[in-house]
T-cell receptor
Framework: KQEVTQIPAALSVPEGENLVLNCSFT??????LQWFRQDPGKGLTSLLL?????REQTSGRLNASLDKSSGRSTLYIAASQPGDSATYLC?????????????FGQGTELSVKP | EPEVTQTPSHQVTQMGQEVILRCVPI?????FYWYRQILGQKVEFLVS????????KSEIFDDQFSVERPDGSNFTLKIRSTKLEDSAMYFC?????????FGSGTRLTVV
């Protein structure tokens, strides 16, 4: 059974710092991994999607990497801003889930202080 | 940018009542989903829907739950007799081949 874990559970940094959020999964048989942002009480906003054949994806100040064999993904945020404060979720789609079910981690709550 | 639209944003209902949560997925997407998030817990899968039928459902999705795509654009989740433990944020999502788009959610409060 696929389990997704995110470390740390919470992170507080001063504005301008570069930071790394970690996601690990127990079953490496995945189609893809997707990173989301969730603001308090709000929906999920897709940040980056990495296919199983890819090593990384970049969008602006965000870079996500995937090491499928070791069951790890990282989300790198460069030059953090207070507006980056949110909960970041990773989710994987296993190859045995033909219907495309996502398994989520519990998230990392990020606070960027001005 | 296309969006998944959910209504209402917040619904309060009495225990035992029926509720219908509504979603309008992105028009050219083929796969539709419901997830839920109990406060402080992980987002968890409820059901997937493709080609007008359920393709997978979780243990949570028991006989009290049903989904429907009544008119080719709306996608609904019905809970027949709500329980206190059904209180959660319910998210609708859709996708083409890859990459989910989620709606902003309906916060269901059962009192």
């Amino acid at each position: 059974k696929q389990e997704v874990t995110q470390i740390p559970a919470a992170l507080s940094v001063p504005e301008g710092e570069n930071l790394v959020l970690n996601c690990s999964f127990t079953d490496s048989a995945i189609y893809n991994l997707q990173w989301f942002r969730q603001d308090p009480g709000k929906g999920l906003t897709s940040l980056l999607l990495i296919q199983s054949s890819q090593r990384e994806q970049t969008s602006g100040r965000l870079n996500a990497s995937l090491d499928k064999s070791s069951g790890r993904s990282t989300l790198y945020i460069a030059a953090s801003q207070p507006g980056d404060s949110a909960t970041y979720l990773c989710a994987v789609w296993g190859i045995y889930n033909q219907g495309g079910k996502l398994i989520f981690g519990q998230g990392t709550e990020l606070s960027v202080k001005p | 940018e296309p969006e998944v639209t959910q209504t209402p944003s917040h619904q309060v209902t009495q225990m035992g009542q029926e509720v219908i949560l509504r979603c309008v997925p992105i028009s050219n997407h083929l796969y539709f989903y419901w997830y839920r998030q109990i406060l402080g817990q992980k987002v968890e899968f409820l059901v997937s829907f493709y080609n007008n039928e359920i393709s997978e459902k979780s243990e949570i999705f028991d006989d009290q739950f049903s989904v429907e795509r009544p008119d080719g654009s709306n996608f609904t989740l019905k809970i027949r007799s709500t329980k206190l433990e059904d209180s959660a944020m319910y998210f609708c999502a859709s996708r083409p081949d890859y990459g989910y788009t989620f709606g902003s959610g309906t916060r269901l409060t059962v009192v």
